[in-house]
Every structure is written in C-alpha cells, then in structure tokens.
Nanobody
Framework: QVQLVESGGGLVQAGGSLRLSCAAS????????ITWFRQAPGKEREFVAT????????YYTNSVKGRFTISRDNAKNTVYLQMNSLKPEDTALYYC?????????????????WGQGTQVTVSS
C-alpha cells in the first residue's frame, strides 16, 4: 500500500511559479509511475502530467507543455511538479496518483493510490 502526500500549493499571481511535491511512503516507490491530476470547481478531474517509474519518460497535457515540468527523486521517494508562468485557468486542486508499472495518459480510475490534494490558486 502506497501513501501519498502533496504539498507546495498556495496563492500566486499570474505569471508566478510554484513547485508541488508528492511524497510517497509504504511501497517500492521506484516501481510506480506517478501522475498529477487537477480538478477545478464544477469540472472533472483532468490529467496534467505523468512520469514513468524510472523517470525516463514524461508526458504533459497540451495546456501545460512548456510551462510545467515533472520530475522525480527516487532516493527521496518524491515527485515534483514545477509550475511556471501560471495562469488563472491553472487554479485547481492538484492531486498526485500512483500505479505500479507505467501508465501514460490514462483515466483516473486506473490509479489505486491518491493523495489528499493541494490547492493552487492563481490570481489575475
């Protein structure tokens, strides 16, 4: 069983940056791919970025390409989401999710392990 805890959210002005962290415990972290999702009020949860268990492959939704970077430090059991040039439309509750092996751009229902979320609010 993997436990995930997100941190790093907050309130930032448009154009600013935040770095989210997803800390894992309870499992062989380096065998899980990690995906960031986000959910804005009244909207469905959407895919943001994913990183393979080895860190060698990453994928992003089109709206964040060139602005967000996902990375992982398997020695620290942590995945990061560096978010630059933030826009008001990035405002959402951000979740990290884990699945054993590699799973790229798949729906939320595939992931058995979730964190509690961290709020990101971008003001205009």
């Amino acid at each position: 069983q993997v436990q995930l805890v997100e941190s790093g959210g907050g309130l930032v002005q448009a154009g600013g940056s935040l770095r989210l962290s997803c800390a894992a415990s309870g499992g062989a972290f380096n065998t899980y791919s990690i995906t960031w999702f986000r959910q804005a009020p009244g909207k469905e949860r959407e895919f943001v970025a994913t990183i393979s268990w080895s860190g060698s492959s990453t994928y992003y939704t089109n709206s964040v390409k060139g602005r967000f970077t996902i990375s992982r430090d398997n020695a620290k059991n942590t995945v990061y989401l560096q978010m630059n040039s933030l826009k008001p439309e990035d405002t959402a509750l951000y979740y990290c999710a884990a699945v054993k092996g590699d799973a790229y751009i798949v729906p939320p229902s595939v992931f058995p392990y979730w964190g509690q979320g961290t709020q990101v609010t971008v003001s205009s």
